[in-house]
């Protein structure tokens, strides 16, 4: 409880919520630490999407089909047989890449692109 109560001194904006929180704690609580993953930043997002939508026109794809691509050639893919036929789905998504994970898949929508006659510029350092 003194550990709670220490958060909410420290977060005034939420003393609120974590003493609600601990009115509802008469049998006792659990507490999970575990390590802070640093995902992907928020300019790769937006130099990835600007881009990948761009090469998505040029080859005739919406911006979600080229996603799924990218997605599919850099991570590998699966078939997945379903009452629509057949279906190719990546084996990992975007959302759960490191910073470097996601500049590694902006690597390959450069170099895919540049295979197929599309030049993507190289991400600025603020970009990556």
Known sequence: MGLLFSLASFFPGR??????LTAEMSVGATLELSPLKTNRTRPQENYYRVWSRQFAKHVGLTPNEMHDEIL????????IDTPFGMKRRPLQRSSV?????????????????AEM????????????
């Open 15 to 20: 003393s609120g919520e974590i003493t609600s």
């Open 72 to 79: 599919c050639i850099h991570f590998g893919s699966e078939e």
């Open 97 to 113: 890449s490191s910073k470097t994970e996601y500049m590694e898949l902006i690597d390959s929508l450069i170099r895919i692109a």
């Open 117 to 128: 006659g599309f030049d993507i510029p190289d991400p600025k350092a603020n970009d990556a």
